[in-house]
């Protein structure tokens, strides 16, 4: 990587850079208005120094990002569907409930017409005659009054109740057409998402196909490892002119106490011999599920978010005396460049990007360029 690189990294670095470490805290909105704006400057310098990379590998990372962008726009939409249905249901709930309310009402005003049909079969004058106490008369008329009233006022609640029960009925049936809407464009994105998963795997059989042999895959891994390194000098060099407040207690004190980014079955540990021992793994490979959340070790500042080829999507933390933290393969990222994270804050969720059959992270941690043992770190076992 070039001058253009580091160039674009100071700039955008020095946007997330304050005055004192509350400030650093809470970047203010401008600040980071200018500084996701410098990302794409960043990731053209990091491309354009790669512009002579295998064209295939390049092919799978676009690949791998359309996949990405369908992942969370799937992921959108069942949000979506899912406060429409609870919408829906909600209103099927009111629904019901007024027409128990217009049910009781009707019967009520089906009672008083025949209460009022028994008192005054042959009407009022009939009342008045038969009555020979004037006092009984006077509690009859007023009970017959008091009936008609009863059944005008239950008309009007029926009718009123009848006018909501179909103001609800419309809104039901325009919430139901919205949610068979969303569903559509569910099914949709999901069909592109499994013809994107196809194409990706395929392309990854291809690539293994290419490389194939020790040698193919001795070459491959090697060039990973200096790109990787390479930019972690890169970010080295750019962040010396950004000093920031990184941290209350050195990180190096941290040793033997940092949270497991990721909770798993460690597939590959450091140190452990790939390439029939001719190269070793300088990290922690450990399996998760997709959509999985990627947690924060230490608290640190987010020096870099992009793509490398082996590593797929990758975010990495500065934290003080020089160290690095590195979160590989994501299939998403919550963070961008300047962003200020907590241990156990959540940064990415788990993928299988840069060109894998397993889903799960690649996790390193480097003081410099020089990579160390992360188990010797960790509190605990994943």
Do not use: C
């Not at 569907?81 to 019901?96: D, P």
């Not at 930019?231 to 080295?236: A, D, F, N, T, Y």
């Not at 990007?353 to 992360?374: C, M, Q, V, W």
């Amino acid at each position: 990587m070039g001058t253009a690189l580091r160039a674009a990294i100071i700039a955008g670095l020095l946007l997330a850079a304050g005055a004192s470490p509350a400030e650093d805290e809470r970047a203010n909105a401008g600040q980071l208005d200018k500084l996701r704006a410098r990302i794409g400057t960043l990731q053209q310098a990091l491309e354009a120094d790669r512009g002579q990379q295998d064209e295939l590998r390049l092919q799978l990372e676009d690949s791998e990002r359309r996949f990405m962008a369908l992942t969370a726009e799937l992921a959108a939409l069942r949000k979506q569907i899912a406060e429409q249905s609870s919408l829906r249901r909600r209103t099927e709930v009111q629904r019901r409930e007024a027409e128990g309310q217009l049910r009781k009402n009707r019967t009520v005003l089906a009672r008083q017409v025949r209460a009022a049909y028994i008192i005054g079969q042959r009407g009022q004058a009939k009342l008045v005659l038969n009555q020979d106490k004037s006092q009984r008369l006077t509690r009859v008329m007023t009970y017959y009054d008091y009936l008609n009233r009863a059944r005008v006022d239950r008309i009007a609640k029926i009718l009123e109740q009848a006018a909501a029960l179909d103001a609800l009925a419309q809104k039901l049936k325009s919430q139901t057409a919205e949610l068979e809407a969303t569903r559509g464009r569910h099914q949709g994105t999901l069909t592109a998402l499994e013809a994107a998963r196809d194409e990706r795997q395929e392309m990854v059989r291809s690539l293994a196909q290419r490389i194939a042999g020790e040698e193919g895959e001795l070459s491959r891994l090697r060039a990973d490892e200096r790109e990787l390194s390479h930019l972690i000098e890169e970010l080295g060099s750019a962040l010396r002119d950004v000093p920031a407040n990184l941290g209350k207690q050195p990180f190096v004190k941290l040793k033997g106490k940092l949270p497991w980014p990721l909770s798993g079955k460690l597939l590959a540990k450091y140190g452990d011999p790939k390439v029939g021992g001719r190269l070793k793994w300088n990290g922690l490979w450990i399996a998760g599920s997709e959509g999985d959340a990627v947690r924060s070790v230490a608290r640190g500042r987010v020096a870099y978010v992009g793509w490398m080829h082996a590593y797929g999507l990758i975010v990495v933390l500065e934290h003080e005396g020089g160290y690095y933290s590195l979160y590989g393969h994501n299939q998403n990222v919550g963070v961008s460049i300047g962003d200020w994270v907590q241990p156990g804050d959540v940064l990415a969720t788990v993928g299988a990007t840069g060109g894998h059959d397993k889903s799960g992270l690649y996790f390193e941690l480097r003081r410099g360029t020089a990579p160390i043992n992360p188990r010797l770190w960790f509190k605990g076992r994943a």
